[in-house]
């Protein structure tokens, strides 16, 4: 395993060999070009935040400034600070982001570290969200039936109705006191087909779809024997 030192000598090194090869490319003298690349570069690994982890990025980095603005283009302490501050950020947000997500080689720019790194944060904390609403419904929920895609839960609290009512219209996935007012008069069972979500509401004989539209009972023709008895015994049939 190599050292600190012994991958930033190899970086510096493979970063040298790259000027050599520009100045070649442009008619340069290669000697003069190395010999301002051994000075130039040691300062732009100064605004690393890590003991050398970045050195390769901002090697590559070094050298899409050539692409953009010419070999012999200058680097500004203002400029390398944006640099420092996009690495700090990302060096800090790395463990939170997704395992594939995590290698620094994807992000070719400092907009690139600025502006993508949020959107995969927010994503990931949206996923971790959707597992812990559902580990909390699942908590407040009583499978009555499961056959495959046919169930029938008791919801036993405002996670359940948020979780077993995504995608509907269903007023008691909006906010809790609502949930609240209809769990008062009975719990709510909603019953899941292969074909939607449906939802009973305490006190109720009718049935509502997604939409949060009546729908008749006939809708769960062919549904397994089990299923249908629950839907009868929650209608008082």
Known sequence: MPTNLNRADFVLIDHLQAAW?????ENLDPYLSVEREKRVFPLICQFDPTEGQYHSWLSHWRRRLWDQRGFRTSVDLMQLEDVRRALARFHDLKDRLPVEQRDIGQYRTVDDLRSIIPTRIAESQRRKERESLKAEAYRQSEILYRDGKWMVVRLKGFAAARFWGLGTKWCTTSAEHIYLSYAGKGDLVVFLTP?????????STMFRDERDDPIDVRIFRGAPPAFMSLVGSHLGR
């Open 195 to 203: 074909h939607g979500k449906y939802q009973l509401a305490p006190a």
């Open 21 to 25: 090869a520009r100045a070649g490319r």
